[in-house]
């Protein structure tokens, strides 16, 4: 709410600023219209002190007086009035409905990335059985009597556990990386990040 009321009050001051040009005083007192001819609007009251505040923090802007008024027959005058208003209204609803646009892209965004950001947090907590198999291994080997670790049949076998070892923890290691590039994948496929 904090941007749209700033953008709106500077819009307005912007607004208020080109209200009263030399050009639109000429188009109105030749189409004899009334100074505040657009029909009031509903402003909060916020906006209201918020423009007061502007008008009363804004320096004096210097206008360039102009000699005489143009000579603009009425119906010419009316017709780039109703212009002028046209373009004014498509501009600022295009605005508001693309400033809305990029407000709902960020907050998918960073929702988005909050997510991603727990799911890598789980994923590095995770507990997997590599350290468990390991640790089993070592405890059978330390339990060998010294005597024992020296016999040729007992050393193959040995190395035959440990070559075991080894593959299970290279199938177990390879399985994680396989689910973990099938989950990116997933994830690129289904543009998570709120459409950015």
Do not use: C
Not at 9 to 17: D, I, K
Not at 36 to 44: A, D, I, L, V
Not at 129 to 148: M, R, S, Y
Not at 176 to 195: D, Q
């Amino acid at each position: 709410a904090g941007r749209s009321e700033s953008l709106v009050g500077g819009r307005e001051a912007w607004r208020q600023r080109r209200l009263s040009s030399s050009f639109l005083a000429a188009i109105r007192a030749a189409a004899s219209l009334p100074q505040n001819s657009h029909p009031p609007r509903y402003r909060p009251p916020s906006l209201i002190r918020r423009d007061q505040q502007e008008e009363e923090e804004e320096e004096e802007v210097v206008a360039f007086p102009v000699e005489e008024p143009l000579e603009i027959p009425p119906t010419a005058a009316l017709a780039l009035y109703g212009e002028w208003d046209g373009v004014e209204t498509r501009f600022e609803s295009a605005m508001r409905g693309l400033m809305r646009r990029l407000r709902a892209l960020e907050k998918g965004a960073v929702g988005s990335i909050a997510q991603r950001l727990k799911d890598f947090i789980t994923q590095l907590k995770q507990q997997d059985n590599k350290d468990g198999l390991l640790q089993a291994f070592q405890t059978e080997f330390n339990a060998l009597p010294d005597a024992i670790r020296d016999d040729p049949a007992t050393q193959a076998e040995l190395r035959e556990r440990a070559d075991d070892v080894m593959h299970r923890l290279w199938e177990m290691s390879d399985a994680s990386r396989e689910e973990a590039e099938a989950e990116r994948a997933g994830s690129m496929a289904g543009r998570e990040l709120g459409g950015w």
